[in-house]
């Protein structure tokens, strides 16, 4: 399988309190979260032992990460495995965008992931509009936070699926995943995106399985459009999450798009040298 959303980088630059929430999560019994999350090597390692054979790791360049897991970091951790796919991200309150573009594209970043809510910027800018026309152009594919947020003191606003419609129908060859299918509130404004328009993809990201079937039914007509992501470490260990999987009971046909299929055509189609 593939995992769409995974978070790393070195464990000590986070935020304190960000820390404490994530070494709060269970884990697996004697599981090193600080190691792992720092280690590509084991970070690899752990995730292959779950049966992850690639997995798309995001950088977040913001107040929670004191702002150090930016594209370059998130370059470098995947620079020595073809197991990690790296997705940069760019901040307008924090960065000066088509130089922080350039040089995500130049150290390797494969794709990119925005946070409007939880940076607290405006999608919408012309300098982040020129970026996923140039993200279009180049075929890397957009990532979007939406839904919920865990940033204290954020604005609700820009966490709707609704809201990056216009971006998505401005750029109908950008291949758009909202992330976290607009949990907990929004699963249908964001199946309804993804089932209208051919460009937008959802990832599962912190959506419990069994809120999944839930809200989506047996997923059968968003089969296409359900890309695999557990947003470790936010999700836990990995063994929990494995199994409720499993007791959401997919049918395995579709349990094979979601988990790997949908993702694996996305990456496939990103150019080797963008
Ligand atoms: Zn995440």
Not at 177 to 182: K, R, S, T, V, Y
Not at 187 to 193: C, H, T
């Amino acid at each position: 399988m593939i995992d769409f959303h995974v978070h790393a980088g070195q464990f000590d630059l986070l935020r304190d309190d960000i820390q404490g929430l994530l070494t709060k999560r269970p884990f697996e019994p004697g599981f090193d979260l600080r190691a792992v999350f720092s280690s590509p090597v084991e970070l690899e390692k752990y995730l292959r032992s779950y049966g992850v054979e690639r997995a798309v790791v995001l950088a977040e360049c913001g107040p929670g990460t004191n702002f150090t897991i930016d594209s370059e970091m998130i370059a470098r951790f995947a620079a020595n495995s073809p197991f990690f796919v790296p997705f940069g991200s760019i901040n307008p309150n924090h960065h000066e965008v088509p130089a922080e573009f350039a040089k995500s594209l130049q150290v390797g970043v494969r794709g990119f992931k925005f946070y409007p809510a939880d940076h607290g910027f405006d999608p919408y800018v012309q300098e982040m509009m020129k970026v996923y026309g140039e993200c279009q152009e180049r075929g890397l594919p957009v990532m979007f936070h939406t839904g919920k947020t865990g940033q204290r003191g954020v604005e609700p606003k820009f966490i709707q699926p609704e809201e990056f419609e216009r971006i998505a129908r401005s750029f109908p060859k950008l291949t758009l995943i909202l992330a976290h299918c607009g949990r907990p509130s929004w699963y249908q404004s964001a199946r309804s995106l993804a089932l209208e328009l051919e460009n937008v993809y959802l990832d599962t990201a912190l959506v419990e399985p069994v809120d999944l079937r839930r809200e989506y039914g047996d997923l059968r007509d968003l089969r296409h459009k359900l890309i695999f992501g557990s947003d470790w470490p936010v999700a836990g260990s990995y063994a929990v999450l494995m199994q409720k999987l499993e007791e959401a009971r997919i049918t395995p046909d579709i349990a094979d798009d979601l988990l790997r299929n949908n993702a694996r055509r996305i990456i496939d189609a990103i150019p080797a040298a963008a």
